[in-house]
């Protein structure tokens, strides 16, 4: 399996514009997560779903940021429109069914650069 | 609340020395445990998951340990090499199917 896929890996576009993240999962994978990388905050949670069905939406930030995820293999983080402090890097992860031995696997992620 | 630390933020050590990072978390009803290496620009790279039943996992020169009761998990990195220098991170997850608690992560550097 290739893993975690994201695309763009980078992304720069000015104060206002729409932005889209994608991510395709792990196949077979039923969890995937979305979570954003700053130096002053680390990692955090945005988002995560399970069997498509969005479970904890309460780390998006504000009504700018939505999450879709229409099938098991796509999944979607827009910002409509961007800001400055959404400059940060998105990741997106997946895990399986699996027990307690399940691991979670991330993508290389999207460095956001909102100028 | 889950809260996830880790202590020190970074650490400098001379190559081929055995060290310990830290994590520490709030509440010890957790449902796994793993450990990443972050190497910088790049994703996360999964180490070692440890089970809420279990008290140890090891791979190679990495030997991580968990004691739920006192809420504290530590990595163990034998014999340190220049290309172990990345930061570390740990995470919790406290239920099956939901999403890993982060800490912010120690930074490691080792010299040659």
């Known amino acids: 399996d290739a893993g975690v896929i994201q695309s763009p890996r980078h992304e720069v576009t000015e104060m206002g514009q729409e932005v889209t993240l994608r991510c395709k999962p792990i196949?077979?994978?039923?969890?995937l997560f979305w979570y954003r990388q700053t130096m002053m905050r680390g990692l955090e949670l945005l988002i995560y779903?399970?069997?498509?069905?969005?479970?904890?939406d309460s780390g998006m930030p504000e009504d700018r940021f939505s999450a879709k995820m229409p099938n098991a293999s796509f999944s979607t983080l827009k910002i409509q429109p961007s800001e400055p402090r959404d400059s940060a890097v998105y990741f997106c992860?997946?895990?399986?069914?699996?027990?307690?031995?399940?691991?979670?696997?991330f993508g290389q992620g999207t460095r956001l650069t909102v100028v | 609340k889950q809260e996830v630390t880790q202590i020190p933020a970074a650490l400098s050590v001379p190559e081929g020395e055995n060290l310990v990072l830290n994590c520490s978390f709030t509440?010890?009803?957790?449902?796994?445990l793993q450990w990443f290496r972050q190497d910088p620009g790049k994703g996360l790279t999964s180490l070692l998951l440890?089970?809420?039943?279990?008290r140890e996992q090891t791979s190679g020169r990495l030997n991580a340990s968990l004691d739920k009761s006192s809420g504290r998990s530590t990595l163990y990195i034998a014999a340190s090499q220049p290309g172990d220098s990345a930061t570390y991170l740990c995470?919790?997850?406290?239920?099956?199917?939901?999403?890993?608690?982060f800490g912010k992560g120690t930074t490691l550097s080792v010299s040659s």
């Open positions: 779903f399970n069997n498509n069905v969005p479970i904890d």
């Open positions: 992860a997946s895990s399986g069914p699996g027990g307690p031995s399940t691991e979670a696997f």
């Open positions: 440890i089970q809420s039943s279990q």
């Open positions: 509440d010890s009803a957790i449902y796994n």
């Open positions: 196949s077979g994978h039923n969890s």
């Open positions: 995470a919790v997850r406290i239920q099956a199917g939901t999403a890993l608690i």
